[in-house]
């Protein structure tokens, strides 16, 4: 079994910055592509930002030049730095990456619990 687990979330002043992480562990094999979406109260789930196991990252246009999504391989863990952030930007945010637990090409999706950013005065 694998799990995902966030951390860094909480609340912050407009203009602000949190760093966020989330950690793969279990039964892993090899880890695809990671990302971090968000839903904010009545909203539907959004993606924020995605990385490919090579490094290649795509954003949602409201975060391009404010977070920036990286990862650590050998800890198996994706990042999320956002700063300047706006109250727009309050919602839950969730970690999701694409895992193989062997070598016999089954991909898996995994979600992590989410973590509660809090963006206000």
């Known amino acids: 079994q694998v799990q995902l687990v966030e951390s860094g979330g909480g609340l912050v002043q407009p203009g602000g910055s949190l760093r966020l992480s989330c950690a793969a562990s279990?039964?892993?094999?090899?880890?695809?592509?990671m990302a971090w979406y968000r839903q904010a109260p009545g909203k539907q789930r959004e993606l924020v930002a995605f990385?490919?196991?090579?490094?290649?990252?795509n954003y949602k246009d409201s975060a391009k030049g404010r977070f920036t999504i990286s990862r650590d391989n050998a800890k198996n863990t994706v990042y999320l730095q956002m700063n300047s952030l706006k109250p727009e930007d309050t919602a839950v945010y969730y970690c999701?990456?694409?895992?193989?637990?062997?070598?016999?090409?089954?991909?898996?999706?995994?979600w992590g619990q989410g973590t509660q950013v809090t963006v206000s005065s």
């Open positions: 999701n990456a694409d895992i193989s637990s062997s070598d016999y090409g089954i991909i898996d999706n995994y």
């Open positions: 279990g039964s892993i094999f090899r880890i695809y592509g």
């Open positions: 990385i490919t196991s090579g490094g290649t990252t």
